[in-house]
């Protein structure tokens, strides 16, 4: 072997991950920066940070479960709507006068996971290639929401006696305007699930496996992995993490509206691909996804704080999308 | 004689590597130049920078004389430099004229000339010799063989002076392979200049001109004729001599370890039964489309018998699918790493480890120890390098494979099951290779291999079957087996169809 050879395996050793990785957490930090070059008052306070972190737990839980279904080289497109039926799911399963969070929480996320058993279920046993599955359940879930309550929102605040004011701890409105230590509830349940995540993929047989089946789903059967049931796992658990997440948008805004989670999808996958986590499949990483659910949180807070229209917004998330993916092309070969 | 190409000190550098490192090559017309050179000696990168797949760093290709377009395929077309890559790149879906005339297709005014391109079609098969493949089929009911010349005809569609041929004889059997050389003969009676890339050193006496040899990235010797002596192509090649090719025979045991009981899923397998016992290695030969891959599919559980019993150990698998065989001690090398045994961009630990994870997983895994193991089992097959870090697309064939054979170590597999072990591999590999094989044996093992080279199953296995037709039709003992003898059983009685669907 040449000492030019070795040179390279040498440089393979650095994981291009690893570098995404890191590229993307300065990212992070300059985004603030510049934020807080650009609006001294307002950007780099206490409230607007707790206020990003909020509104970015409910993208970032969806993300993390798409994050296990890219790594399968599959794709979800049914989140958005998904959030937005469960929670009307749950809302009319209490009722305009119910007391109950824990009905709620355990509705709507129930009713997730259905819908996310559906998708799993056309996808691992009835072979439906995943971005058509996924997009007929797109329209279902929408579908669901506006007829489940006559398209209307159903109001949750019954719950916290008809306000928002000092929900109890570990009830509904809790979990989206409580707080611990000045943090907010939403933003522990997101960085727990990113944990969980990260230990499950990274830690665990099941998560090989995950991305083994992303990487070559020949060779992972030959080698003996269950591909169907890991494929099938990876719809349910994306469900199962948007009702988590119609949970938290929900307590957040106090009612459940069938027109809620709208381009969530959008936002989550985009999140994770410019993360680093390959939509071929093969290479997944939960530390790319935070960090992307972080980066987009930025912007947005920032675009909105310049007084940048919902419209510019949605074209710039559009275009960063594709440029992450421009960018992870494979490389040429030799 | 005319120089059809002419390579100067060409330099390609990726990021970090230096593939070629100044390569000088010269075709004559009507010339079979061969090319030889262990895996990742720059053979391919060298061919892509002609056909303008790649885009030299610096040097020098001239085509007639006048300088190639660098990095511009259509272009390197157009003057007529065709390739034919090793993974034929055909569309099954599209007639045999179709794909002869993808992309130029004959045309009167918007439309497509369909008359003149069945015609033509046919006059570039019959020029080939092989106006037996009809025009209208579908490529993808084409036997390999038969795709192949369809690829070449497509090559010709165009007014071709040099023709690359990447390891076309990989996916042939020797039948086949003669009925190529004819095609390539008729080619140079045409003033074509034919690069020939193959690892089988037989053959370069079989149809080469003359040879040149790269190593790491470098010409070692070029334009050196065809008749040079085995030994000193080899040693150019690895740099060093090769001792001994086939270490020696495994004797075997009664112990009956794997017992196949009339398995059948028709067309390809039809009721066959065999036995490997411990300590043996088994080979199981025949030419492209007997059955061999397919059987050995069967027993893996890939593909769900219509009838029969694969037993493992004296227990009948209770059911055909890869967990369950692999549960009771079976394992499988298969025939195309890349794409059926590897994660390539996983590294060499998880690749070995990833069919027996539970053996490191409690509620986690245990990441080190998993490393530490992988790592055991990479030194114990001499895998360069040994890092159980070290992504597996960046190994050689050679050590792609021992990291497939390191996972079924590791698993402590009863039988394994290997489907052309050497396919793609270095001669200094190939002779690793087999002795690992026979060490496996020898260790009590039972080992199944599938092999289109003949010569090497005569000269590693115990016992030999030869399957023709989905049929074993002979087995022959290790030790009186020849390469003659067993393609005298191999090959059918009558000559083969083109088309694959013919055989049912």
Same mark, same amino acid.
């Given at each position: 072997?040449?000492?030019?050879?070795?040179?390279?395996?040498?440089?393979?050793?650095?994981?291009?991950?690893?570098?995404?990785?890191?590229?993307?957490?300065?990212?992070?930090?300059?985004?603030?920066?510049?934020?807080? #070059?650009?609006?001294?008052?307002?950007?780099?306070?206490?409230?607007?940070?707790?206020?990003?972190?909020?509104?970015?737990?409910?993208?970032?839980?969806?993300?993390?479960?798409?994050?296990?279904? #890219?790594?399968?080289?599959?794709?979800?497109?049914?989140?958005?709507?998904?959030?937005?039926?469960?929670?009307?799911?749950?809302?009319?399963?209490?009722?305009?006068?119910?007391?109950? &969070?824990?009905?709620?929480?355990?509705?709507? #996320?129930?009713?997730?996971?259905?819908?996310?058993?559906?998708?799993?279920?056309?996808?691992?046993?009835?072979?439906?290639? %995943?971005?058509?599955?996924?997009?007929?359940?797109?329209?279902?879930?929408?579908?669901?929401?506006?007829?489940?309550?006559?398209?209307? %929102?159903?109001?949750?605040?019954?719950?916290?006696?008809?306000?928002?004011?000092? %929900?109890?701890?570990? &009830?509904?409105?809790?979990?989206?305007?409580?707080?611990?230590?000045?943090? %907010?509830?939403s933003v522990y349940i997101f960085i727990a699930i990113a944990v969980a995540g990260w230990i499950v993929l990274n830690r665990t047989r099941y998560g090989r496996f995950v991305v083994a089946v992303g990487g070559n789903r020949e060779a992972a059967r030959i080698a003996g992995v269950p591909v169907r049931r890991i494929i099938f796992s990876v719809y349910v658990l994306s469900g199962l993490l948007a009702g988590v997440a119609a949970v938290l948008l929900c307590a957040r805004l106090g009612s459940a509206s069938p027109v809620s989670g709208n381009l969530y999808e959008l936002d989550a996958i985009g999140a994770v691909v410019i993360g680093g986590t390959s939509l071929a499949g093969g290479r997944a990483t939960i530390v790319g996804t935070f960090l992307g659910v972080l980066t987009f949180a930025l912007i947005f807070s920032l675009m909105t704080q310049l007084n940048l229209s919902t419209e510019v917004q949605q074209v710039t998330k559009g275009l960063i999308v594709l440029g992450a993916v421009l960018l992870q092309r494979p490389e040429a070969r030799y | 004689?005319?120089?059809?190409?002419?390579? +100067?000190?060409?330099?390609?550098?990726? !990021?970090?590597?230096?593939?070629? *490192?100044?390569?000088?090559?010269?075709?004559?017309?009507?010339? /079979?130049?061969?090319?030889?050179?262990?895996?990742?000696?720059?053979?391919?990168?060298?061919?892509?920078?002609?056909?303008?797949? $790649?885009?030299?760093?610096?040097?020098?290709?001239?085509?007639?004389?006048?300088?190639? !377009?660098?990095? =511009?395929?259509?272009?390197?077309?157009?003057?007529?430099?065709?390739?034919?890559? *090793?993974?034929?790149?055909?569309?099954?879906?599209?007639?045999?004229?179709?794909?002869?005339?993808?992309? @130029?297709?004959?045309?009167?005014? !918007?439309?497509?000339?369909? =008359?003149?391109?069945?015609?033509?079609?046919?006059?570039? $098969?019959?020029?080939?010799? @092989?106006?037996?493949?009809?025009?209208?089929?579908?490529?993808?009911?084409? +036997?390999?063989?038969? *795709? *192949?010349?369809?690829?070449?005809?497509?090559?010709?569609?165009?007014?071709?002076?040099?023709?690359?041929?990447?390891?076309?004889?990989?996916?042939? =059997?020797?039948?086949?392979?003669?009925?190529?050389?004819?095609?390539?003969? +008729?080619?140079?009676?045409?003033?074509?200049? /034919?690069?020939?890339?193959? @690892?089988? $050193?037989?053959?370069?006496?079989?149809?080469? =001109?003359?040879?040149? /040899?790269?190593a790491d990235g470098r010409t070692t010797a070029t334009g050196l004729p065809a008749t040079t002596p085995t030994d000193q192509l080899v040693e150019l090649m690895v740099g060093r001599k090769v001792d001994q090719l086939y270490p020696e025979r495994p004797v075997g045991t009664d112990r009956v370890l794997l017992e196949v009981r009339d398995a059948r899923r028709l067309p390809a397998v039809r009721g066959v039964s065999l036995q490997v016992h411990a300590g043996e290695v088994v080979g199981l030969g025949g030419l492209v489309g007997s059955g061999r891959t397919e059987l050995l599919n069967l027993i893996y559980g890939l593909d769900q018998p219509d009838e029969g019993e694969v037993v493992v150990e004296g227990k009948p698998l209770r059911s055909h699918r890869p967990r369950q065989a692999i549960r009771q001690g079976l394992g499988l090398a298969p025939e195309d790493r890349k794409s059926q045994a590897l994660v390539l961009d996983w590294s060499q630990t998880k690749n070995v480890t990833i069919a027996d994870l539970s053996r490191f997983s409690r509620v986690l895994l245990k990441i080190r120890e998993e490393r530490e193991r992988a790592r055991e089992q990479l030194r114990a097959l001499n895998t360069v390098p040994d890092d159980p870090d070290r992504i597996v697309r960046l190994l050689s064939g050679g050590n792609q494979q021992k990291v497939v054979l390191a996972r079924w170590l590791l698993h402590e597999c009863r039988v394994l099951l290997l489907d052309e072990p050497t396919r793609g591999v270095d001669i200094a590999t190939k002779a690793e290779i087999y002795r690992i094989i026979s060490d496996l044996a020898q260790s009590g093992l039972g080992v199944l291999v599938v092999s289109s080279e003949l010569e090497e199953l005569a000269h590693i296995c115990t016992r030999v079957l030869v399957m023709r037709e989905g049929e074993l039709v002979a087995e022959v003992a290790g030790k009186d087996a020849t390469e003659r003898e067993l393609l005298r059983h191999a090959v059918a009685p009558t000559d083969a169809p083109v088309l694959a669907e013919e055989v049912v």
């Open positions: 072997m040449t000492e030019a050879v070795r040179g390279s395996a040498l440089a393979q050793r650095v994981k291009t991950l690893e570098l995404q990785e890191y590229a993307l957490a300065i990212v992070v930090v300059l985004l603030f920066v510049v934020g807080a #070059i650009l609006k001294p008052d307002t950007f780099p306070t206490i409230d607007n940070v707790r206020n990003m972190l909020t509104q970015a737990s409910v993208v970032g839980v969806l993300a993390i479960g798409m994050t296990f279904v #890219i790594a399968t080289a599959g794709i979800d497109l049914s989140v958005g709507s998904v959030v937005a039926a469960a929670g009307v799911f749950g809302g009319i399963l209490v009722g305009s006068d119910g007391t109950s &969070s824990l009905l709620f929480i355990a509705g709507t #996320i129930g009713f997730a996971l259905l819908l996310g058993t559906v998708n799993a279920t056309a996808i691992a046993f009835g072979r439906v290639v %995943p971005f058509i599955a996924t997009l007929a359940m797109f329209s279902i879930a929408r579908g669901l929401a506006l007829l489940l309550n006559d398209q209307l %929102p159903v109001n949750l605040l019954d719950l916290n006696g008809g306000s928002f004011g000092n %929900p109890r701890a570990f &009830s509904l409105l809790w979990f989206g305007n409580g707080r611990i230590f000045g943090i %907010p509830a | 004689m005319t120089k059809v190409l002419e390579v +100067r000190n060409v330099v390609k550098e990726f !990021p970090g590597v230096k593939a070629l *490192q100044g390569v000088d090559l010269d075709v004559l017309e009507a010339e /079979v130049h061969c090319l030889l050179g262990p895996n990742g000696a720059g053979k391919s990168t060298l061919i892509k920078c002609v056909s303008g797949a $790649l885009e030299p760093t610096s040097g020098e290709i001239l085509f007639m004389g006048e300088p190639l !377009p660098a990095g =511009d395929p259509a272009g390197s077309l157009k003057r007529g430099v065709a390739t034919i890559y *090793q993974e034929l790149d055909l569309v099954p879906e599209l007639s045999v004229a179709e794909s002869i005339f993808l992309a @130029h297709e004959p045309r009167r005014g !918007p439309l497509l000339n369909l =008359d003149r391109m069945y015609r033509e079609s046919e006059a570039l $098969l019959a020029r080939l010799g @092989h106006d037996s493949i009809p025009v209208r089929a579908k490529v993808g009911r084409l +036997r390999p063989a038969a *795709q *192949q010349i369809v690829s070449i005809a497509r090559a010709l569609s165009g007014n071709v002076r040099l023709l690359i041929m990447d390891e076309p004889s990989a996916i042939l =059997d020797d039948a086949e392979v003669t009925t190529l050389f004819e095609v390539v003969r +008729r080619l140079t009676a045409e003033n074509v200049g /034919v690069v020939y890339i193959s @690892h089988r $050193l037989d053959e370069i006496r079989r149809i080469g =001109d003359r040879v040149t /040899v790269l």
